[in-house]
């Protein structure tokens, strides 16, 4: 499954290692699920994981992200779709999942992105909701 990170998720995941987010980018690693990102999207992957806030040392951070772009498969931004959601930080979200033919947003802001990913036929799932898929889809092969 094509799939789109929000940096919510990437959060999560960096911050527990219990948890759907972190068994997310286990997935990611092991190749069970395909990582979209474009060039900007990775960049705000970037600034913020190295926030302060998130006491993730930034050699870490690094070395993580270094790793994650071995994993993405990248989206050209041929065609900007704004605006088609209430928060601006979210559109290259939403445009890298477009792009890159995605086909679900996983996030924990779900409400920010149904109306919008409706209309482009992509899917708004928790990390949880995508692992369940994902084992779903494992089974049936």
Not at 20 to 49: D, T
Request: aromatic letters at 6%.
């Amino acid at each position: 499954m094509r799939i789109v990170m929000d940096t919510s998720v990437l959060v999560a995941g960096l911050r527990s290692r219990l948890g759907a987010s972190a068994a997310l980018l286990k997935e990611i690693a092991a190749s069970r699920v395909v990582l979209v990102a474009s060039p900007a999207l990775f960049l705000e992957y970037e600034a913020v994981l190295k926030r302060e806030e998130h006491g993730l040392p930034a050699q870490f951070v690094d070395g993580f992200l270094a790793e994650l772009a071995l994993c993405i498969s990248p989206a050209e931004i041929w065609f900007v779709w704004r605006p088609q959601l209430r928060d601006a930080d979210d559109e290259m979200v939403l445009e890298a999942a477009i792009n890159g033919q995605a086909e679900a947003i996983v996030t924990h802001n779900r409400r920010d992105f149904e109306r919008a990913t409706e209309r482009f036929g992509i899917e708004v799932l928790s990390p949880a909701e995508l692992l369940e898929q994902v084992g779903r889809i494992g089974r049936e092969e």
